[in-house]
């Protein structure tokens, strides 16, 4: 889009499946699966649209406070994040969650994934030192009825 960087400062690349990097949507799909039978029950398809490969580094990349919309590809009702990078990697860099005055922070651990409603209100903190990695991706579905 053409989100200026005072919004969004990253660096982004898509990955989509293929002989090469099927065997991750797989298992990111079995996981998402899981979780949505126990903590949502949304009716969902097409698991993917893609995933967004997404690299934040210091001084400041950032994505300041946003909800996940989907434009033209059905309604997005999970958003996923795995974080790639070792925490001791980056500082900064948080992946943050607003639910009214609260603010609740995903872990940083290396190969966790945290799947929330794309109408939740989040962002991730600048970075102040080294990088962060992670795989974004939505899953979307019917309209909520």
Sequence with gaps: ???STAIRDSYVSWMF????TGW???RIAGVV????QQFYGFDLHGL???FQFTKYTAPGQHYTWHIDR???MGVRKLSLSLQLSDPDDYEGGDLEFK???????ASRERGMIALFPSWTLHRVTPVT??????LVAWVSGPSFK
């Design 99 to 105: 639910f009214g005055e609260e603010h609740q922070t």
């Design 33 to 36: 699966q899981s979780m949505n």
């Design 24 to 26: 991750v949507f797989d």
């Design 129 to 134: 030192k080294g990088t962060r990695y992670s």
């Design 1 to 3: 889009g053409g989100e």
């Design 17 to 20: 499946p293929n002989e090469v």
């Design 48 to 50: 993917f649209q893609g």
């Design 70 to 72: 989907g434009h033209g």
